[in-house]
Nanobody, 122 residues
Framework: QVQLVESGGGLVQAGGSLRLSCAAS????????MGWYRQAPGKQRELVAV????????NYTDSVKGRFIISRDGAKNTVSLQMNSLKPEDTGVYYC???????????????WGQGTQVTVSS
């Protein structure tokens, strides 16, 4: 079917940077958008950033504007999230999401990665 694989999470001190990557594979005919969500302990999952397949349109949640950049990397069906000036409140599990039309499907479905842990210390 479709698989999303994330990488790049880890431990970093406040003010530091991390870069997350996500690669989609499987029976993919088209991807209309990709994005990143995060979930902190005791909180619901929230949207962080999204990007259209062509890379021409992006959207960020207010708390990360000016610090995070979402982009499509060189390889097809990949997306990255450059996270700068990290704060402890950025800590959480980050999930890749993609809206995918498969070869056998007739509509776009949302698929999720397994999540990667980001921990920002003071």
């Amino acid at each position: 079917q479709v698989q999303l694989v994330e990488s790049g999470g880890g431990l970093v001190q406040a003010g530091g940077s991390l870069r997350l990557s996500c690669a989609a594979s499987g029976s993919i005919f088209s991807i209309s958008a990709m994005g990143w969500y995060r979930q902190a302990p005791g909180k619901q999952r929230e949207l962080v950033a999204v990007i259209t397949s062509g890379g021409g349109r992006t959207n960020y949640t207010d708390s990360v504007k000016g610090r995070f950049i979402i982009s499509r990397d060189g390889a097809k069906n990949t997306v990255s999230l450059q996270m700068n000036s990290l704060k402890p409140e950025d800590t959480g599990v980050y999930y890749c999401n993609a809206k995918v039309l498969t070869y056998s499907g007739s509509y776009y479905n949302a698929y999720w990665g397994q999540g990667t842990q980001v921990t920002v210390s003071s």
